[in-house]
């Protein structure tokens, strides 16, 4: 299939509108659209909305600074894509699926990847019962307990422990369930990354090998002395 392209038409921030040919070769909502920036790299937008009769409203994934009105736009007919599988255990990507680590970037395209907008499983395919999740902290276990498969609010002031308290429920998920983790920062929580990385490689949630624990205990962060084997036994 030909790939369809378009043109800036404008920018608000991060919001772009993107102006094509015909109604035919709109994007649709949700698939992702390619910039090339003058620097080179790739910016990444996606489909909000249609606006008009040929235009559609998308997010850009990225800073929008030095982009212009009439700039070439490619259609790539897919959703933005994240790579999965056992390679990606210990492994930090950003919204677009790259990797931020200082590592390579892994395949996402095929079977080695899967779009982040999915349809929710089918109502039968849902578990009806309750059924409580251990997470071994004993003052939830017992005034608050967690149900299997529902989701979990944590309100409270800054330093009170809300970070701290999910690198535990981290920690004993792995540990006690021999579960697997997915941490997303949003926003101001990016920051924590770093952090939270150099805390799972600590108490051994994450897996980079003996090697660059040494180089780490140096004060260094060689990564060309991770175990791509050992990482792989990673819990997050």
């Known amino acids: 299939m030909a790939q369809h392209t378009g043109k800036v038409a404008q920018i608000i921030g991060p919001v772009i509108d993107v102006e094509f040919d015909s109604a035919e070769s709109l994007p649709k909502i949700y698939d992702s659209l390619e910039i090339t920036m003058e620097a080179g ?25 030095g982009l212009s009105r009439g700039v070439e736009v490619r259609a790539t007919g897919n959703a933005i894509q994240m790579p999965v599988g056992g390679e990606i255990y210990g492994r930090l990507f950003n919204v677009v699926g790259d990797a931020i680590d200082g590592m390579e970037n892994l395949p996402k395209e095929g079977k080695d990847g899967l779009p982040i907008h999915r349809e929710a499983p089918k109502f039968e395919e849902l578990s009806t019962s309750a059924e409580v999740l251990f997470t071994g902290i004993k003052v939830i276990d017992l005034i608050e307990p967690y149900a299997k498969g529902g989701k979990i609010g944590l309100f409270g002031g800054a330093g009170v422990g809300k970070t701290v308290l999910i690198q535990e429920l981290i920690n004993n998920i792995a540990k006690g369930h021999g579960g697997l983790s997915v941490f997303a920062g949003v926003g101001e929580r990016t920051r924590e990354g770093n952090d939270l990385l150099r805390e799972m490689l600590e108490s051994g949630i994450i897996k980079y090998g003996d090697d660059f624990l040494h180089s780490m205990e140096a004060g260094g962060w060689d990564l060309s002395k991770v175990d791509k084997k050992v990482m792989k036994e990673s819990k997050a």
């Open 41 to 65: 790299n790739i910016l990444i937008l996606e489909v909000q909305s249609h606006i008009g009769e040929n235009t559609v409203r998308a997010i850009a994934m990225d800073s929008t600074d």
